[in-house]
């Protein structure tokens, strides 16, 4: 069982920074998706960014691309998002999110009913 913790959410003014981070409780091998997602209020889970550990390739939600970076550090067990130029649409919880995904599988995936692990959230506000 991966738990997984979320931080370095906040508030910041448009075209601000951020760099969230998410620890998780044990070394996920590097058969593992691992995602950032995020949901506005009534509004579905959505998928950022994508990693897969095996072999570093991303996928960003064109709504993200060139200002959001997703990155892992095997060593501390940690995801990473760094969020660029964010604007006020970029407010929500967001989430971290993880699944065993063995190579053959294909792409990691986006829909976040298909994460079986998930962090509590942060949440990121962006004002005008």
């Known amino acids: 069982q991966v738990q997984l913790v979320e931080s370095g959410g906040g508030s910041v003014q448009t075209g601000g920074s951020l760099r969230l981070s998410c620890a998780a409780s044990?070394?996920?091998?590097?058969?593992?998706?691992m995602g950032w997602f995020r949901q506005d209020p009534g509004k579905e889970r959505e998928a950022v960014a994508t990693?897969?550990?095996?072999?570093?390739?991303?996928y960003y939600a064109d709504s993200v691309e060139g200002r959001f970076i997703i990155s892992h550090d095997n060593a501390k067990n940690t995801l990473y998002l760094q969020m660029n130029s964010l604007k006020p649409e970029d407010t929500a919880m967001f989430y971290c999110?993880?699944?065993?995904?063995?190579?053959?599988?294909?792409?990691?995936?986006?829909?976040?009913?298909?994460?079986?692990?998930w962090g509590p959230g942060t949440q990121v506000t962006v004002s005008s």
């Open positions: 990693i897969y550990k095996r072999d570093g390739t991303t």
């Open positions: 999110a993880a699944i065993y995904w063995p190579s053959g599988f294909g792409s990691c995936p986006k829909r976040q009913s298909t994460y079986p692990y």
């Open positions: 044990e070394s996920t091998s590097n058969t593992y998706c």
